[in-house]
């Protein structure tokens, strides 16, 4: 692993981003360096796509399983048509509708996409972000930037670039800090290799939105995460593999919001009582209710986004503040829902509580 390297912190206007500090961080991509960048949804720990080595370096520097694929981020929608063959109709369709955003498509990988990339799969995962700084420095580096999470592999992913600079000062090049990312969870995850297309992470664009332009749409179990579904092989591998993470042990409680509210009461005290520190991580609507340990709002019920926006940031607090069991309230599996429930659950390692 690249140790003790200089990383460059630079801050980063989000609406007009410097140009000599982008053409900075390009550099650095093209030497086959690592540079993290804010994205809409989050942090990406970013090289370029076709560049073998750097590659795998960002592996190692991640601590990521190779047969985990990457996405490959790009500027331009031209872009797809290097990188992928037998693009059908319907990838242009959702690209018209959703790019730049949080939707990144799962095509037939061309050859110029090294296998590593792509965790020796022959299909590629591409999106076209929808922040300034991402694309800038995109178009700089002349080539599609292959990105993961920048997150220590099984960490709760970094919404900040603090939380970046946590996992990863002194192992990568330079770090773009245009402060707090807007969505909060990574990107929907749609395979267009199979029909009907299917879901194999939910995100960003919720299965709603994407039913309207796709009539069908299949949601794959692994991606509704209600248990760790054996997988022969990873098709898509945030299936595999425990994520989202924090050090404390997670307990997700699931059912009609009263009912959730006094399952968590019973338990603070029983965890309490076991001498534990307790963190709970409630919502606007509910965080009246609890009057011992540590108990931070998300965000709000009525507005899913505002919890997608916050759920990293608040269990690596919970993390940052010691707590070693963080009791929290499940949502709705609607809109955005789907994608916090998703993360929370695989965060929890399927620790789910049904409050009935
Ligand atoms: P992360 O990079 O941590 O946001 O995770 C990227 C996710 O994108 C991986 O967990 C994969 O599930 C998914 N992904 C990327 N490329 C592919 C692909 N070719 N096939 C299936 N899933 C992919
Ligand atoms: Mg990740």
Same mark, same amino acid.
């Given at each position: 692993?690249? &140790?003790?390297?200089?990383? @460059?912190?630079?801050?980063?206007?989000? &609406?007009?981003?410097?140009?000599?500090?982008?053409?900075?961080?390009? !550099? %650095?991509?093209?030497?086959?360096?690592?540079?993290?960048?804010?994205?809409?949804?989050?942090?990406?720990?970013?090289?370029?796509?076709?560049?073998?080595? %750097?590659?795998?370096?960002?592996?190692?520097?991640?601590?990521?399983?190779?047969?985990?694929?990457?996405?490959?981020?790009?500027? &331009?929608?031209?872009?797809?048509?290097?990188?992928?063959?037998?693009?059908?109709?319907?990838?242009?369709?959702?690209?018209?509708?959703?790019?730049?955003?949080?939707?990144?498509?799962?095509?037939?990988?061309?050859?110029?996409?090294?296998?590593?990339?792509?965790?020796?799969? !022959?299909?590629?995962?591409?999106?076209?972000?929808?922040?300034?700084? %991402?694309?800038?420095?995109?178009?700089?580096?002349?080539?599609?930037?292959?990105?993961?999470?920048?997150?220590?592999?099984?960490?709760?992913?970094?919404?900040?670039?603090?939380?970046?600079?946590?996992?990863?000062?002194?192992?990568?090049?330079? @770090?773009?800090? %245009?402060?707090?990312?807007?969505?909060?969870?990574?990107?929907?995850?749609?395979?267009?290799?199979?029909?009907?297309?299917?879901?194999?992470?939910?995100?960003?664009?919720?299965?709603?939105?994407?039913?309207?332009?796709?009539?069908?749409? @299949?949601?794959?179990?692994?991606?509704?995460?209600?248990?760790?579904?054996?997988?022969?092989?990873?098709?898509?591998?945030?299936?595999?593999?425990?994520h989202y993470a924090p050090k404390a042990e997670l307990i997700v409680v699931e059912g009609e919001t009263n009912r959730i509210v006094e399952e968590i009461k019973k338990l603070i005290d029983e965890y309490s009582k076991m001498g534990k520190k307790v963190g709970v991580m409630a919502t606007d609507e509910t965080i009246e209710n609890y009057k011992t340990g540590i108990v931070k709002s998300v965000g709000s019920r009525l507005d899913l986004s505002t919890i997608a926006r916050n759920l990293?940031?608040?269990?690596?607090?919970?993390?940052? !503040?010691?707590?070693?069991?963080?009791?929290?309230?499940?949502?709705?599996?609607?809109?955005?829902?789907?994608?916090?429930?998703?993360?929370?659950?695989?965060?929890?390692?399927?620790?789910?509580?049904?409050?009935?």
């Amino acid at each position: 692993m690249k &140790e003790n390297l200089k990383t @460059i912190v630079f801050k980063v206007d989000p &609406e007009n981003p410097e140009e000599e500090k982008i053409s900075v961080a390009a !550099e %650095a991509i093209r030497r086959g360096g690592i540079v993290a960048f804010p994205t809409e949804t989050v942090y990406g720990l970013g090289v370029d796509a076709l560049n073998q080595e %750097a590659v795998k370096r960002m592996y190692e520097v991640k601590g990521r399983p190779p047969d985990n694929p990457t996405i490959v981020h790009i500027a &331009e929608f031209n872009d797809v048509y290097k990188l992928a063959v037998d693009v059908p109709e319907v990838a242009e369709e959702l690209m018209r509708r959703f790019w730049p955003g949080p939707l990144t498509i799962v095509l037939k990988a061309s050859k110029i996409v090294p296998r590593v990339t792509t965790g020796g799969l !022959e299909t590629v995962g591409i999106r076209m972000p929808k922040h300034k700084v %991402a694309l800038a420095l995109i178009r700089a580096s002349k080539t599609p930037i292959a990105a993961p999470s920048a997150n220590i592999a099984g960490k709760p992913s970094p919404t900040t670039a603090q939380h970046v600079i946590q996992d990863f000062y002194g192992s990568i090049d330079v @770090i773009l800090d %245009a402060g707090p990312t807007k969505i909060g969870v990574e990107s929907t995850v749609l395979d267009l290799t199979t029909k009907p297309p299917q879901i194999l992470r939910p995100g960003g664009v919720t299965y709603e939105e994407l039913k309207e332009v796709l009539g069908e749409v @299949i949601v794959h179990e692994a991606a509704k995460a209600r248990e760790s579904v054996q997988l022969i092989e990873a098709r898509s591998p945030g299936m595999k593999y425990r994520h989202y993470a924090p050090k404390a042990e997670l307990i997700v409680v699931e059912g009609e919001t009263n009912r959730i509210v006094e399952e968590i009461k019973k338990l603070i005290d029983e965890y309490s009582k076991m001498g534990k520190k307790v963190g709970v991580m409630a919502t606007d609507e509910t965080i009246e209710n609890y009057k011992t340990g540590i108990v931070k709002s998300v965000g709000s019920r009525l507005d899913l986004s505002t919890i997608a926006r916050n759920l990293f940031r608040i269990l690596r607090e919970f993390d940052d !503040e010691g707590v070693e069991v963080i009791l929290a309230e499940g949502v709705p599996e609607e809109g955005l829902g789907l994608a916090i429930m998703n993360r929370l659950r695989k965060a929890s390692g399927y620790k789910i509580i049904h409050a009935n």
